[in-house]
Every structure is written in structure tokens, then in C-alpha cells.
T-cell receptor
Framework: ELKVEQNPLFLSMQEGKNYTIYCNYS?????LYWYRQDPGKSLESLFV?????AVKQEGRLMASLDTKARLSTLHITAAVHDLSATYFC????????????FGEGTQLTVNP | GAVVSQHPSWVICKSGTSVKIECRSL??????MFWYRQFPKQSLMLMAT?????????EQGVEKDKFLINHASLTLSTLTVTSAHPEDSSFYIC???????????????FGPGTRLTVL
């Protein structure tokens, strides 16, 4: 059974600081996704990572994937208040088609 | 492109009544749709996988007679919560995978969610 773990689950940081959210998964996968969720809203797709060593960046967020270590990271650079949200990683198991297993989510609060 | 809608966006109902939630893919045909439930401060829990023209596949612990899923066309899936009770109150989110799987990398596109409150 595929397990996906995120760390940390709660993160409070000051504006301007950097931090990394980690996503570990237990079995081989060919796709990993990062999503953002604002309170009361659905998921917003941030990144799709498809291969080992993949790195994608959008604004102050950068995601990477290491399939050998079964680890993805979401790095936040110079955080701003607008980044406050819950971030989920989700992993597609190779044999499960489009079915996703979600991590627990990381609730990020960026303080002025 | 790849827009998914849900209707209604929120609903309040009395205990014992049934509620139907619609999930539509607006600009693509969805071979597969997924239904999730999310309780406050928790992650998404997959309830069932719905394929057009066939019976839904339910996750362990999800009562198929309580949560009826119908995927009648390539653009519409419905979730009916039958005899709803307060513990069914939750945020229900659907997603859809397009028939252009190779191009869209089997990516799920999420609807905006439906907030269900059962009194």
C-alpha cells in the first residue's frame, strides 16, 4: 500500500524567510503532484513532476523530485503572506493509473 | 482548458434527506472521475472511482448504498448522499481525468468542491 508522508504538518514562518516542505512516499511512482488549498476552497495545481531529478519553479516556490530517495521537496523562497495556505503532495502509483494518494498536508502560515 | 464544475457549491439539508451533487467536465471528456471527502483540517480521502458506463469502485469503508455514484456520460458524474446524517457533513470534491491522457499526463483536474451541512 502506498503511503505518503509530509513534513512538517504545520509551519509558521516570517516573511522573507526560506523553508522546505518534504514529501516522502513508500513505493515507486511515476508522477508526483503539489497542490495548494486555501481555506474553504478546492485544490489548485502547482506542479507536476514526472521524472527523477525534475525541478520546477513558479515564483517563490520550487519543487523537486528524487525518485530514488522517494522524496519530493517544495522550497519556499523569501516567503510572503500570500503564500499562507495548506500544501498537499500527491503521488500516483505506477500501477494505479490516475489514482492519487495524498499526503496529510502542510498548513503554512506566513507572518508579517 | 480542463475545467471541472460542481453543483451545488454548498447545501444545507435536514437529517434523513438525500442530496445529489453533480460533477461536470466542461471542456473535455472525462473517462474517469474521482470523488473525495475532506473533513476540516484533514487531507482528502478518496471515496470512489467512477468510470463512464460502469459501476463505481468504492474505497474500503465507504458504504456504496449510502453514497450512490452515477457516471452516466463522459462529462457528468453524480454523487447522491442518501439518508444524510450530521456525520456526513463534509467538503466533497470531485476530480476528472481527461480522455487525452497522454497529453494531460493522467492529471486529475479538481472541481471547486461542495460544502454539505446536515442538520
Amino acid at each position: 500500500e502506498l503511503k505518503v508522508e509530509q513534513n512538517p504538518l504545520f509551519l509558521s514562518m516570517q516573511e522573507g524567510k526560506n523553508y522546505t516542505i518534504y514529501c516522502n512516499y513508500s513505493t515507486t511512482s511515476d508522477r508526483l503532484y503539489w497542490y495548494r488549498q486555501d481555506p474553504g476552497k478546492s485544490l489548485e495545481s502547482l506542479f507536476v513532476l514526472l521524472s527523477n531529478g525534475a525541478v520546477k519553479q513558479e515564483g517563490r516556490l520550487m519543487a523537486s523530485l528524487d525518485t530514488k530517495a522517494r522524496l519530493s521537496t517544495l522550497h519556499i523562497t523569501a516567503a510572503v503572506h500570500d503564500l499562507s495556505a495548506t500544501y498537499f503532495c500527491a503521488v500516483a502509483q505506477e500501477t494505479s493509473g490516475s489514482r492519487l494518494t495524498f499526503g496529510e498536508g502542510t498548513q503554512l502560515t506566513v507572518n508579517p | 482548458g480542463a475545467v471541472v464544475s460542481q453543483h451545488p457549491s454548498w447545501v444545507i439539508c435536514k437529517s434523513g434527506t438525500s442530496v445529489k451533487i453533480e460533477c461536470r467536465s466542461l471542456d473535455f471528456q472525462a473517462t474517469t472521475m474521482f470523488w473525495y471527502r475532506q473533513f476540516p483540517k484533514q487531507s482528502l480521502m478518496l471515496m470512489a472511482t467512477s468510470n463512464e458506463g460502469s459501476k463505481a469502485t468504492y474505497e474500503q469503508g465507504v458504504e456504496k448504498d449510502k453514497f450512490l455514484i452515477n457516471h452516466a456520460s463522459l462529462t457528468l458524474s453524480t454523487l447522491t448522499v442518501t439518508s444524510a446524517h450530521p456525520e456526513d457533513s463534509s467538503f466533497y470534491i470531485c476530480s476528472a481525468v481527461g480522455d487525452r491522457g497522454l497529453i494531460l499526463n493522467n492529471e486529475q483536474f479538481f472541481g471547486p468542491g461542495t460544502r454539505l451541512t446536515v442538520l
